[in-house]
């Protein structure tokens, strides 16, 4: 079984300040985890994926995420907001031999001016 | 390339009524998904097709619900009646493989509205 938990619903931050966007997985294997995100209107896009290979994961418009093991966590980074970074973010696990994934609740990013 | 394309945008129909949705995919990817996403909460998987085979339809509401993915490429979602409470954005993704997991690319979704 594998579930994944936000542990924020709502982040507010001012542009040009760091953004955090917390994620806590469980998975009884060692899993895939995936960020996406989805502004209005628009389909959900990834942002970044770990695989087991390097543990900290670059993806795309500045973010990064950072694999802890012995946390189980998966959090979301990016130095420095942008107005265009507003948009609902959903982390992801997914099993490596099942192809099942499970989304968490979301994270909705307010970035301020 | 384009993209996962999902019709229609928009649905709004009344109670018992019937609704279909219909999704093509990328080019070339064998795996197609369809997610129910309500208000304020993530996608929930409700079946997923490898080629024209349902692999996982476990969360399908099997008495209203049904799919198909008729030679492996588009997929038509339907429900029959509906309930007020199938209001939600019905998601279609696809994938090159699940095995090890892999991106999923999203459409943007129908939005039905049951009165």
């Known amino acids: 079984a594998q579930s994944v938990t936000q542990l924020d619903s709502h982040v507010s931050v001012s542009e040009g300040t760091p953004v955090l966007l917390r994620c806590n997985y469980s998975?009884?294997?060692?899993?895939?985890l995936f960020w996406y995100v989805q502004h209005p209107n628009k389909g959900l896009q990834l942002l970044l994926k770990?695989?087991?290979?390097?543990?900290l994961v670059k993806g795309i418009n500045g973010f990064e995420a950072e694999f802890k093991k012995s946390e189980t966590s998966f959090h979301l980074t990016k130095p420095s907001a942008h107005m265009s970074d507003a948009a609902e973010y959903f982390c992801v696990v997914s099993e490596p031999n099942a192809g099942k994934s499970t989304f968490g609740d979301g994270t909705t990013l307010t970035v301020k001016p | 390339e384009a993209g996962v394309v999902q019709s229609p945008r928009y649905k709004i129909i009344e109670k018992k009524q019937p609704v279909a949705f219909w999704c093509n995919p990328i080019s070339g990817h064998n795996t197609l998904y369809w997610y129910r996403q309500n208000l304020g909460q993530g996608p929930e998987l409700l079946i997923r097709?490898?080629?024209?085979?349902?692999?996982?339809d476990s969360q399908l509401p099997k008495d209203r619900f049904s799919a198909e993915r008729l030679k492996g490429v588009d997929s038509t979602l339907k429900i029959q009646p509906a309930e007020l409470g199938d209001s939600a954005v019905y998601l279609c993704?696809?994938?090159?493989?699940?095995?090890?997991?892999?991106?999923?690319?999203f459409g943007p979704g129908t939005r039905l509205t049951v009165l």
């Open positions: 097709y490898e080629n024209e085979e349902a692999v996982d």
């Open positions: 998975s009884s294997y060692s899993p895939s």
């Open positions: 993704a696809s994938s090159t493989r699940t095995i090890p997991p892999d991106t999923q690319y």
């Open positions: 770990y695989t087991s290979a390097a543990t």
